[in-house]
């Protein structure tokens, strides 16, 4: 089976307004009204209105980089699946090594904030990985399987058809450092093993598998060459469109 590339851009506490605004504009502008891979963009909460708009009847989705997992009530500052559905989203971003390591986000929390996801009609993407002590000390696969098991606990098979999973390396974000191809390549297979195992061919074979951490124009073909990853969530080289326009680029020639 041939997976559709998809690649996301994940702007974290970055732009202003205007900045969001001329960027998703540039995106769209250039990707068009359709396009051979998948390509989304996740802005900050409070923009994601107005980026909504600038990439309106363009190829280029809209994402939140996080939610909560109740529909509505006394949760003061938190944007529920159905707001951020009602802005138009496609996509949410949910454990997030950031979320996991700064906020204590569990597996737990992250498996109701999938479930939530998944009643709303939106698609989660489900961030794994593993630390640097754990890649050092031989224990990438049993954290990675633990966070899939933890996180995505008690989806069927259907469900699972309805996921994005991102292999993100916690030592290899934001620090200039990427995983090999090989490395990288290696973990995905496994991640695609594991979902046969606990599923079957079909949700195995189907499930886009995003490669995050450091990529960036120069390393996304070498990453995206590889069988078993089917895209990429983009950090910081997708605050720049001609960066991320070249990752985009990338994938559609694979």
Not at 96 to 124: C, D, M, W, Y
Not at 198 to 216: D, K
Request: proline share 3%.
């Amino acid at each position: 089976m041939v997976r559709r590339k998809f690649i996301a851009g994940n702007w974290k506490m970055n732009t202003s307004r205007a900045e969001g605004v001329a960027l998703a504009s540039a995106l769209a502008a250039k990707v068009g009204s359709s396009s051979s891979v998948d390509v989304a963009v996740c802005p900050p909460s409070v923009y994601l209105d107005a980026v909504g708009q600038a990439i309106k009847n363009s190829a280029v989705g809209l994402g939140a980089q996080n939610c909560y997992h109740e529909a509505k009530g006394a949760f003061t500052g938190e944007i529920s699946p159905q707001m951020v559905r009602d802005l138009g989203c496609a996509y949410v971003i949910l454990g997030h090594s950031e979320r996991r390591q700064i906020f204590k986000e569990s597996n737990q929390e992250v498996n109701r904030k999938v479930l939530a996801v998944l009643g709303a009609g939106l698609t989660p993407i489900v961030c794994v990985g593993e630390s640097l002590d754990h890649r050092q000390a031989g224990q990438t696969a049993a954290v990675v399987r633990e966070q899939i098991e933890g996180s995505l606990a008690g989806l069927s098979a259907d469900q699972m058809l309805k996921i994005v999973i991102a292999y993100e390396p916690i030592w290899a974000i934001g620090t200039g450092v990427v995983a090999t191809p090989q490395q990288a390549e290696d973990v995905h297979s496994d991640l695609r093993r594991l979902l046969e195992t606990r599923y079957n061919s079909q949700v195995a074979s189907t499930v886009q598998i995003q490669y995050g951490g450091s990529v960036n124009a120069e390393n996304a073909a070498t990453l995206l060459s590889q069988p078993n990853i089917d895209g990429a969530l983009v950090g910081g080289a997708s605050l720049k469109a001609d960066g991320f326009l070249a990752i985009v680029a990338a994938a559609q020639s694979k």
